[in-house]
């Protein structure tokens, strides 16, 4: 569960403006892959990625820019101080399991776009990352139209949710190869 998730609904709302309408929590994957990855500019990649035509002159738009940096910075610091705090932007406990399982999907699925964004060459990374990586694209795999509300699969959620959150800090800690290309 986030530190942040009083923000879930927020930035959901204000991510209407962008044309490829990210979940909160897969925009913050984005955010977390570009930082793992230690792209160039993360926020300014990510911001337009997000916004990509958008102009500050909307009120919408300064509102989304704002509050995404805002949430940038917070993701940042917290991910750099040996990942003290540092929670993926999930829905809060209340909400159904398949709401909360969905945007651990879409988290895991911008967490690896960002990878990609950056330029992260999966067959050069260190094996224990490599293994990491292809975890999280099993992940994305996951089938949940049949996810039922019961107590082992809240545990398996939980346990999937810190696997993925100790899985971003990982790949931060590593040395990630990019492509030369990027």
Not at 3 to 18: K, P
Not at 54 to 80: G, N, Q
Not at 156 to 165: G, Q
Request: net charge negative; with cysteine; hydrophobic share 45%.
């Amino acid at each position: 569960m986030s530190a942040d998730a009083s923000d879930f609904d927020a930035i959901g709302r204000l991510l209407a403006v962008s044309p490829l309408a990210p979940s909160p929590a897969e925009a913050h994957g984005i955010y977390c892959g570009l930082v793992a990855a230690d792209a160039d500019q993360p926020e300014r990649r990510w911001l337009a990625e997000l916004l990509p035509a958008a102009t500050d002159a909307e009120p919408s738009v300064t509102d989304c820019r704002a509050a995404l940096t805002e949430l940038a910075e917070r993701t940042r610091a917290r991910i750099a101080d040996a990942g003290i705090g540092f929670d993926l932007l999930l829905p809060p406990e209340e909400r159904p399991l398949r709401e909360r399982a969905g945007a651990v999907h879409d988290w895991a699925r911008g967490f690896v776009f960002g990878l990609g964004l950056a330029g992260v060459d999966a067959v050069r990374l260190s094996p224990e990352t490599r293994e990491v990586f292809d975890d999280l694209v099993e992940l994305m795999r996951m089938d949940l139209d049949e996810l039922e509300e019961d107590q082992a699969n809240e545990q398996a959620l939980t346990e999937v949710t810190e696997f993925i959150r100790v899985a971003a800090l990982l790949v931060y800690e590593d040395d990630v190869p990019k492509d030369s290309r990027s």
